[in-house]
């Protein structure tokens, strides 16, 4: 392509001469611009190679390397297109020329290689003087008619060799293979696709002139990538992604739990995202291993041999296996995004992005004008041969006449042009000819030969004067081709399918993101909290800041949220993995979550999925509320409890039972039913016990039929049985009376 961009001429002078920096600058980088673009990057729309892999199958075309013949060298393949089509390094033409080879690179591969050509753990292919190779039966069509004028030759770079400017591409070598390149300011990424898909959605395309893109991915779904894989793409985004020529594919390993003796099992995979190493795939999953940033994956190991085989064991039996890859779809290359940006050269001259339908488009309008071509060469050779036909006709029926010039004219290629008014082509075809084909015979098959001919050039003659008829033969040539490259043969059989991505929700997977462990959570009275790993029962060691004493302290798992109630009724939702460690007096809740100005807390306790809270407020206002309702995922909490001033949250309880006690500062004892108090996500609730002084001391749910019981300041436990409530039992809004003896007289149930 360097040749069509000149260098600025030297001076006439032949001395120095002036420039302008920035022009001369801008001449310049564009020139480089532009012989990128043309000349390296981008595919040409038509054949869906860029110069260099073209370059490589036409020297190999040269070579006579089809593919029924021997391997040669590829040092000599290397050589031969680096010495008469491609001036770069040779190293780029033989990677070039290794990645054609790879059949986990390219989906039709175009070389067929003998020797190590690398393999997908990303280990490089071994030197140039080992490896040998050959066309494929795909790179042969893609060269298919060359010799019968089917394109358009130019000179090579040093003028003394022509070189293709297009292959005829008798197949849709653009999506079936891909493509991908940077050039400057553009690149192209364009996934490979089933040749056999392709070939419906032509056939489709050729019928339909104005079908739309969403019609055409009826036939070809999606990319279909030499390594599997699962696409978890919406349809709609597909769509999208091929109306405009540019989007992305979400594309996942293939993997499946295998069961192993007593319960155990592994996941296995066995398909890898396309353009992924192996190795290094495994490197960063054991890498993330020995981070402790996969707490639910015990071990990774490679099995692969011919196939890929990864193993990954879990942790625990007991963990769900689509869960387990999820975080490794997160966090490793098993799930990449494949992006697409069809930017190609249009008629091999106008870099463009274009849609599905367009490339598919540009390749069917090549394919009419290779048969044109082709037809018009077939119909030029047809005449040439009719009139040599023509010729030898003229001489059986003449043949002594014939045979007495040749014997004793001087020149007797003029004395037969004259006496039978032949023609250069015919006087020189008959003083060629050998005495042994002019037998009886020979005329015979002549004659057949001539009406055959004739026969062929009517139908050339057609074809070319009918649009309709032209496709029909391009339509009947891509039938062949998907016969054979169909779904039912090895290399056409559809690789990558789709899926939808397991909809996990986003808090059972950061669970699943933390490692679990048992730990004791403690807070003081002044709101400062911390987390002991494992389940501490005796906490009269620990040590608190200055007067500071303990409040509440419970046992969780480093996956559990903590719910805090504030004294405005606000619930805000800590996470038992952030807290921090037992070794200090801890952190004060306030620096985890958004507490308002002079509010205090009321409670803290785990959340325990499904279960439901008393919460009320000093007033004696409350109602019960699900847990589920309180967990928030911001630090500026949920408020649950509407409150008036001056009232406080001043209590949340276990609703677990199917009484309430509630017990006033006035030390009025009132038991009423749990059903009379209301069930809601948040609001101010009800009345469950009238004051005349004072506020709400303390309240319990329990079961009647169990007794009502409390602990005395000294730990001991007192229990007074159902049938002793009976004077306390009344309705909500009451005011009760006097506890049984015995009750403490902090008023609190203990």
């Known amino acids: 392509m360097g040749k069509n961009v000149q260098p600025p001429a030297p001076p006439a002078t032949g001395g120095a001469e002036p420039v302008n920096l920035r022009d001369a600058l801008e001449e310049r980088y564009l020139a480089y611009a532009l012989s990128t673009i043309m000349g390296r990057a981008l595919p040409d729309a038509r054949d869906g190679l860029k110069p260099v892999h073209r370059r490589i199958l036409y020297g190999m075309q040269i070579l006579r390397l089809d593919p029924g013949t021997a391997f040669k060298k590829c040092a000599k393949i290397v050589g031969d297109v680096m010495g008469s089509f491609h001036p770069h390094g040779d190293q780029a033409i033989y ?129 279909d990538f030499p390594t599997g894989g699962i696409i978890v793409e919406s349809k709609e985004s597909i769509v999208e992604t091929y109306r405009t020529g540019r989007g992305s594919f979400r594309l996942r390993a293939r993997w499946s739990k295998e069961e192993g003796a007593r319960g155990a099992w592994v996941v296995v995979v066995t398909e890898i995202p396309y353009m992924v190493q192996k190795s290094r ?73 274009v849609s599905f339908k367009e490339a598919l488009q540009q390749w069917l309008d090549h394919r009419r004008e290779v048969l044109l071509r082709r037809s018009r060469h077939r119909q030029a050779e047809i005449e040439r041969r009719l009139e040599m036909v023509a010729g030898m006709l ?44 002019l037998r009886r015979l020979e005329e015979m098959q002549l004659r057949r030969e001539h009406d055959d001919l004739e026969k062929e050039k009517r139908e050339i003659e057609r074809l070319l004067g009918d649009e309709a008829k032209q496709w029909k033969t391009i339509a009947s040539q891509i039938r062949e081709l998907k016969k054979k490259y169909g779904p039912e043969t090895k290399i056409g059989k559809r690789r990558t399918s789709f899926g939808d991505a397991p909809d996990i929700a986003s808090a059972e997977f950061a669970e699943a993101m933390v490692e679990r462990e048992p730990v004791t959570v403690v807070v003081s009275e002044k709101g400062w909290i911390r987390a002991l790993k494992g389940h501490v029962a005796d906490l009269s060691n620990l040590q608190f800041k200055g007067d500071d004493q303990l409040f509440v302290s419970f046992f969780a798992e480093t996956t559990s949220k903590i719910l805090v109630l504030a004294s405005d009724g606000k619930v805000f939702t800590l996470d038992a993995g952030k807290l921090p460690g037992g070794r200090g007096q801890g952190e004060p809740i306030r620096l985890m979550a958004d507490l308002g100005e002079g509010e205090a807390i009321t409670a803290v306790f785990p959340y325990a999925p499904g279960a439901k809270m008393l919460v009320a407020a000093s007033d004696g206002r409350g109602f019960v509320v699900a847990q589920d309702e309180m967990v928030g995922g911001t630090r500026k ?114």
Not at 281 to 295: G, R, S, T
């Open 394 to 437: 003229i001489v059986f029926l003449n043949l002594d006449a014939v045979i007495k010039i040749i014997r004793e004219e001087d020149e007797p290629k003029e004395a037969l042009k004259d006496a039978f008014a032949l023609s250069d082509l015919q006087a020189n075809y008959i003083l060629d000819t050998r005495l042994r084909s």
């Open 281 to 353: 795939l495994i490197e960063k999953i054991a890498e993330l291993l020995n981070d402790k940033k996969l707490p639910l994956v015990a071990d990774i190991r490679d099995e692969s041999a011919e196939d890929v085989r990864v193993v990954i064991e879990p942790r625990s039996r007991t963990i769900d296996p689509a869960l387990l890859m999820e975080q490794l779809f997160k966090l490793s290359e098993l799930e990449t995004r494949f992006p697409m940006n069809m930017n190609v050269l249009v008629d091999g001259v106008v870099p463009r992005v």
């Open 95 to 223: 990677d070039a020329l290794v990645r054609l080879a790879q059949d986990f690179s390219s989906r039709y591969p175009l070389v067929d290689g003998q020797g190590n050509f690398g393999n997908i753990d990303g280990d490089s292919a071994a030197a140039y003087r080992y490896t040998e190779a050959r066309m494929t039966d795909v790179a042969r069509l893609l060269l298919e008619g060359i010799d019968e004028d089917a394109i358009d030759f130019r000179e090579n770079y040093s003028g003394d060799q022509q070189e293709p400017v297009v292959l005829p591409a008798a197949l849709p070598n653009l999506l079936a293979n891909g493509a991908q390149g940077i050039a400057v300011g553009m690149a192209t990424s364009i996934p490979p696709h089933n040749l056999a898909e392709l070939c419906d959605a032509a056939l489709y395309l050729i019928a339909h002139a104005d079908a739309s893109v969403e019609q055409l991915l009826n036939f070809a779904p999606g990319p």
């Open 637 to 750: 909490g949920k408020l649950v409890l509407n409150i008036d001033a001056p009232a406080k949250a001043s209590l949340i309880v276990s609703a677990e039972g199917d009484h309430v006690a509630v017990i006033g500062e006035n030390r009025k004892l009132l038991v009423l039913p749990l059903e009379q108090v209301p069930e809601m996500a948040r609001g101010k609730g009800v009345r469950l016990q009238k004051y005349k002084d004072g506020g709400m001391a303390d309240a319990k749910v329990f079961a009647l039929a169990q007794g009502l019981t409390w602990k005395d300041p000294a730990g001991r436990t007192f229990t007074v049985a159902a049938n002793e409530l009976n004077d306390w039992i009344g309705n909500r809004a009451e005011a009760g009376r006097l506890p049984p003896r015995g009750f403490p007289k902090n008023n609190r149930f203990g």
